[in-house]
């Protein structure tokens, strides 16, 4: 039998979706407590960058259901550059239950997945961050209100973060409206791909215009890990910055988001960040309900 992974949210069906944000939703109700669902399970936790969210929550969340967890960076694996990926997943699956990775490599996450005989996690790449965007949908629904009857808003950078938005929108059922600039716009593929499955996705270059009566304004660093051309960024991004100005457009009961790190008074200002629009610690708190949401997912121990 096949692992059941979670790499990315396109290959995961609404239903799925839905049931690991029920989840999530009722492990944050049970409130942070430990118990022996995952017990006699360990979780390697592979890091190529640096991390805090991710690898504190997967932690956290791992240890409050009862299994353990092993935390190795790049530094101190091979991670395909003396051995293969495949290699290494195989020798991983004969020691752990599951692994957590953390690599800018989309392609090679997909590769140690299928070599390993045990649930992969996709911990971020550079294509996609499908655990940030469970942990920011429960939190839309927990101060927004249902999915399906939200529009979200993208101001800045066309990334890995909007692209798995977009992933999301289709399954679920809300609006995006995406303001970039046009040398840092999303690939069209990946907006024709959300139409496609029936999205409804207005792409722009004018943050007002995304932004005005939405319910949720997200945005994220103007410059990503890995990207090299961070002074050229500011420059182009300035005038997409998250300020009270802006946060004005959106509807009356409208919050802010950022998956962080935030770059203060670059993408967004202090007064939003700190703000009683802004849901931003909300959404890193709620990175470790979805990580056990996630790991009741891939381990078939939802409910």
Avoid at 22 to 28: F, M
Wanted: with cysteine; hydrophobic share 40%.
């Amino acid at each position: 039998m096949s692992p059941k992974h979670f790499l990315d949210i396109a290959s995961q069906s609404p239903e799925a979706l839905r049931a690991i944000l029920d989840e999530g939703h009722r492990v944050k109700a049970e409130g942070r407590i430990r118990t022996d669902r995952l017990r006699g399970k360990t979780l390697a936790m592979l890091f190529e960058r640096p991390s805090t969210r991710t690898r504190f929550s997967f932690d956290l969340a791992m240890r409050e259901l009862g299994g353990d967890t092993i935390v190795a960076s790049g530094d101190e694996m091979q991670l395909g550059r003396g051995e293969s990926l495949s290699d290494t997943a195989k020798v991983l699956s004969r020691y752990v239950s599951a692994v957590m990775i953390r690599m800018l490599d989309h392609g090679g996450l997909t590769t140690f997945a299928e070599a390993a005989e045990v649930p992969v996690i996709n911990g971020l790449t550079r294509r996609s961050h499908p655990c940030q965007i469970i942990a920011d949908l429960i939190t839309i629904e927990e101060r927004v209100g249902p999915l399906a009857e939200q529009t979200l808003a993208w101001v800045g950078d066309g990334n890995n973060v909007l692209s798995t938005l977009l992933e999301a929108a289709p399954k679920l059922g809300f609006k995006m409206r995406i303001a970039t600039p046009p040398e840092f716009a999303l690939r069209p593929t990946v907006v024709d791909t959300a139409r496609r499955l029936g999205a409804d996705v207005t792409v722009g270059t004018d943050p007002k215009e995304a932004v005005r009566g939405c319910d949720v304004v997200v945005t994220d660093a103007w410059a990503s890990m890995g990207d090299e051309d961070e002074e050229e960024r500011r420059h182009v991004f300035r005038p997409y910055q998250v300020d009270e100005a802006l946060m004005e457009e959106a509807g009356p009961s409208a919050i802010f988001m950022h998956c962080l790190p935030a770059h203060r008074g670059e993408e967004v200002t202090n007064a939003v960040m700190d703000g009683p629009r802004s849901a931003v610690f909300d959404e890193a708190e709620n990175r470790v309900h979805a990580q056990k949401a996630i790991l009741a997912y891939v381990f078939d121990r939802l409910g």
